[in-house]
C-alpha cells in the first residue's frame, strides 16, 4: 500500500488570500510600432506597417490637428451596432474649418476594396465630403489633406475661388429669354 502525503493546512487568511482574490493579471506588453519620424525611413515604415498601427498613426495626426474622428475598430460592440456592412476605416470632420474627409485604409494597393465598402464611400462623395482610399506609401499626401483641410484660410480661399468662377460662368451668359419647350414660336402677321 502507497504511503499517504501528510495533508498540509493552511489558515482560514491565507486560503483567501491564495484562492479569493488571486492577484490580478499582468498587462501584457502591446505588439505595436510607432512610427518614429527621425529614426526611421518611410520605406522601413512600409515594410512593417500593419493596418492597426497605419490607423493609431493616423488618429494621433487627426488628434494632434483638432480634427473631430471616429474609427469603428472591428469586432469590438459590433453586436451593438446596426446598419449596412462596409462602413469606411475612419470618418473626421474639423470642427472649425468644416473640413471633413472619409477614408479606407489598406495594408498594400493590392489589397482588395470590398464592394459593401466602394457603395458607402461613393455616397460620402455625394455628399460633397473627400473620399480617399489610403495605404502606408500615402502617407505624405495623407498629411497634406489633414493639413490643407485644419487651416481655416485656405477653406475659405477655396470657396471664394468657387464662387468667383460660378459668377464669372454666370456673367457671360446672354439676356436673352429662353424659347418655349416645343422650339421658337413664330408670331401671325
Not at 495594408?107 to 459593401?116: C, G, K, L, T, V
Not at 499626401?141 to 460662368?169: F, K
Request: a neutral charge.
Amino acid at each position: 500500500m502507497a504511503q499517504r502525503k501528510p495533508q498540509q493546512t493552511i489558515s482560514l487568511d491565507e486560503y483567501r488570500k491564495r484562492y479569493q482574490n488571486p492577484a490580478p493579471p499582468q498587462p501584457k506588453k502591446a505588439k505595436r510600432m510607432v512610427l518614429v519620424k527621425t529614426t526611421m525611413t518611410l520605406d522601413e515604415y512600409h515594410a512593417l506597417a500593419l493596418e492597426k498601427d497605419f490607423m493609431v498613426d493616423l488618429q494621433a495626426e487627426l488628434t494632434r490637428y483638432g480634427f473631430l474622428w471616429f474609427h469603428q475598430a472591428p469586432g469590438t460592440d459590433s453586436q451593438r451596432n446596426q446598419g449596412q456592412s462596409g462602413f469606411p476605416d475612419i470618418m473626421a470632420v474639423h470642427p472649425v474649418t468644416g473640413g471633413m474627409f472619409v477614408a479606407e485604409l489598406k495594408r498594400s494597393a493590392r489589397e482588395p476594396h470590398q464592394p459593401a465598402q466602394d457603395r458607402w464611400l461613393e455616397a460620402y462623395r455625394l455628399t460633397g465630403a473627400e473620399v480617399y482610399h489610403w495605404v502606408p506609401d500615402d502617407w505624405p499626401a495623407i498629411l497634406a489633406v489633414i493639413t490643407r483641410l485644419s487651416q481655416p484660410h485656405l477653406r475659405v480661399a477655396i470657396a471664394i475661388a468657387t464662387m468667383i468662377g460660378a459668377w464669372a460662368a454666370l456673367s457671360h451668359h446672354t439676356a436673352e429669354p429662353i424659347p418655349p419647350a416645343g422650339g421658337p414660336t413664330q408670331v401671325d402677321p
